[in-house]
C-alpha cells in the first residue's frame, strides 16, 4: 500500500484541530485504558489497519493482556473479562460509529447513560467521533500500518 498524501504535512491546521480535539479527550476524565479499547473497536469497525496497529501497541504499553485484545471484537462473548463501563462504551462506540445503520435508538442511549454521567456521555461520543474522523483521514491517505513498514 502506498501512502497517496501526508495530509499532516498538507493541512497543518486541520491535523492540529483533530490533535486538539484528542487532547480534550485524554483530559476529559475518562479513563485512558478505556478511551483506548473505543479507539480500537471504532477502528476494528471501520477496518482501519494504520489506527488497529497503533491503538492496540498503545494497550499493550498500558499493560492491558493480550487476551482482552483479542476478544475486544467479541466483547459481548468476553463475559466478565469486559467491566459494566467498558461494556457500556463499546456498545455505545458500535452504535454511533454505525449510525447510518442504528440510528442509535433510545436503548442503547439509555445503556449508556446507566453508567455514565452526562458529561462523560458527550466525552465518550466525541471520542468516537474523533477516531471515525481519523478512521477516515488513515484509511484515505493511505497510512501505512508501523507493522507494515
Given at each position: 500500500m502506498t501512502a497517496r498524501i501526508d495530509y499532516n504535512t498538507v493541512a497543518p491546521g486541520a491535523s492540529?484541530?483533530?490533535?486538539?480535539?484528542?487532547?480534550?479527550?485524554?483530559?476529559?476524565?475518562?479513563?485512558?485504558?478505556?478511551?483506548?479499547?473505543?479507539y480500537l473497536r471504532v477502528s476494528q469497525i471501520n477496518n482501519c489497519a494504520f489506527?488497529?496497529?497503533m491503538h492496540t501497541r498503545d494497550l499493550l504499553a498500558k499493560g492491558v493482556k493480550v487476551e482482552k485484545l483479542a476478544l475486544v471484537q467479541?466483547?459481548?462473548e468476553a463475559g466478565k473479562l469486559f467491566d459494566i463501563r467498558e461494556r457500556a462504551a463499546l456498545a455505545w462506540a458500535e452504535?454511533?460509529?454505525?449510525?447510518d445503520q442504528t440510528?442509535?435508538?433510545?436503548?442503547?442511549?439509555?445503556?449508556?447513560?446507566?453508567?455514565f454521567t452526562e458529561k462523560e456521555l458527550v466525552d465518550l461520543t466525541v471520542a468516537i467521533s474523533l477516531m471515525n474522523a481519523y478512521n477516515r483521514m488513515a484509511i484515505?491517505?493511505?497510512?501505512t500500518p508501523k507493522a507494515a513498514e
Open positions: 492540529a484541530a483533530l490533535a486538539g480535539v484528542y487532547g480534550y479527550v485524554m483530559k476529559s476524565g475518562l479513563p485512558p485504558e478505556l478511551v483506548e479499547l473505543v489506527c488497529l496497529d467479541a466483547w459481548r452504535s454511533v460509529t454505525k449510525v440510528g442509535v435508538p433510545d436503548e442503547d442511549y439509555s445503556q449508556a447513560k446507566a453508567v484515505s491517505f493511505r497510512n
